[in-house]
């Protein structure tokens, strides 16, 4: 790997990523692109270039220009949006992603990074350590998107020699971007008001327990799997990674040990019955003896850096 192009990067996973690439990779070896990018951004002290992943002529002129030969797509509407324009999340999930794969293979890229998610799951999968491999029914157009984005891949590992890699993210946890429209938004948002208001209404129950991650742990693993030997892998597109899971009601008793005056209610509305489709625990095992994978952060551990970082903001008037 030289140079990366890194597709959505500025959204909540590529905005940490792409910079976490650059101190491993060097600045100027790790393009940003994004449909919307800020010149303001800390993603300006490498080259940034606007792209619609939808437009493979595009995602071929820019890997051409910048000599690209990894490319890690991002690019995705997220689980409760894509409920709301299940077209738009097909165009950007699916229609992008074989645009990147094509342009990839021609190229004869060195290798692709495609994030699946646990929404791949169902509500007939096993919900409690939910297998490497199972049944992938999911009731979502999101979820729809990652189990083919997860075929997709393998299919063109099979039949080109590509070397493409996933990895299926549990609800990614961080201080860093606000919640961008995916049913595990109110594992982040509850940290921000707990700061700013030091409460908060829930819009799935107490008893709601999915998969999580903190961010650092996210940004590693991935990084991992994209620097893994290809020849130890038996699988790649469609990778679990775990690292915890607890229910809202154990996220708030968190937060109450740092502010025991937090207080939490609950009003489920339409992601009650996402969150309700998908794994309470993600049996990680492939990922952890073909890659030696391994999280840094348990729960508490994750509410005090978070809630540090955050109030470090609210003090200087940053949210």
Known sequence: MKNILVIGAFGQIGSELTLALRKDFGNEHVIASDINIRENSPLATGPMVVLDARDRNAIAEISKKYSIDTIINLAAILSANGEKNPALAWDVNINALINTFEVAREMKMDRVLVPSSIAAFGPTTPRVNTPQETILEPSTMYGITKVAGELLGDYYVRKFGLDVRGLRYPGIISHETLPGGGTTDYAVAIYYDAVKFNKYNCFVSAETRLPMMYMPDCIK????LLKADFTSLK???????GAMSFSAAELAESIKKYQPDFSITYEPDYRQ???N?????????AA???WGWKPSFDL???TQDMLKNIKI?????LI
């Open 221 to 224: 693993a991935t990084i991992d």
């Open 235 to 241: 699988h790649h597109s469609n990778f679990n990674v």
């Open 273 to 275: 019955a996402i969150a």
């Open 277 to 285: 489709s998908w794994p309470e625990s993600i049996d990680d095992s």
């Open 288 to 290: 952890r003896l073909e």
């Open 300 to 302: 508490d551990a994750m």
């Open 313 to 317: 903001k609210h003090e200087q008037g």
